[in-house]
């Protein structure tokens, strides 16, 4: 309550009195009740942002988990800098990142190298959604029936492979051409990047209530209408 009340203030000296809070992870269950391979069953989609990554679990495509964490794109690229030891850059990813298929033999020494450093850059990213993962199965003991992967870490070569051996989920792209009722423009360069922008929109147009979360609650209680 203390971390509530001390935003509160904060916007209160800028003029603001908030009573709502927009939550955006609820509105990726709009997204997965659109697509047809992933209304049904359980869906654990991971859209990995530059700053942070949004964990949501659907069943039956309505939101029944949610998790954000604090480690995106450009902590992974950092660290993967560190590693080997080269300048940072926003193409480091597309031009030095390396994951090897499970199994597969490095061919040179650099290629090793890379593909370990690689590992050790994700290394975070893995260890929050295992904790994401190993509460969720605490919480409704059954293993969501795939991982969804979207953000631009998605376009990483092998990465689908390495969540899939390091998770045990079948894991899949989001598919935006495959909206019925939508069309999304320039949806082949787009990819998957834009899945939380059409999760938004879809929600919107949905006209669905509960897409925010009442944080005045208790001793914080909004008093304007009382």
Do not use: C, I
Not at 136 to 162: I, S
């Amino acid at each position: 309550m203390l971390f509530r009340s001390r935003w509160l203030d904060r916007l209160r000296v800028a003029g603001a009195e908030p009573r709502r809070l927009g939550v955006t992870g609820l509105t990726y269950a709009s997204l997965v009740r659109a697509l047809p391979e992933l209304k049904s069953g359980t869906t654990m989609l991971v859209d990995v942002g530059v700053q942070g990554a949004e964990v949501v679990v659907t069943v039956e495509g309505e939101t029944q988990y949610l998790r954000s964490v604090s480690t995106g794109a450009a902590g992974v690229a950092t660290t993967l800098a560190a590693q080997l030891q080269v300048a940072p850059g926003p193409t480091l990813l597309q031009t030095h990142a390396r994951l090897l298929p499970q199994g597969a033999v490095p061919e040179t020494q650099d290629e090793r190298a890379a593909h370990d450093a690689t590992v050790a850059a994700l290394a975070p990213l893995m260890r929050e959604l295992r904790q994401t993962l190993g509460a969720w199965l605490r919480k409704a003991r059954t293993k969501p029936d795939r991982l969804v992967l979207t953000g631009g870490l998605g376009k990483l070569a092998g990465l689908h492979e390495f969540f899939e051996a390091a998770l045990g989920l079948p894991v899949l792209p989001v598919q935006l051409q495959h909206l019925a009722e939508t069309r999304v423009p320039d949806v082949a360069e787009l990819g998957d990047t834009a899945a939380l922008a059409v999760a938004q929109a879809l929600a919107s147009a949905e006209g669905r209530p509960n897409q925010d979360v009442d944080f005045r609650q208790g001793e914080l209680a909004y008093e304007g209408d009382l």
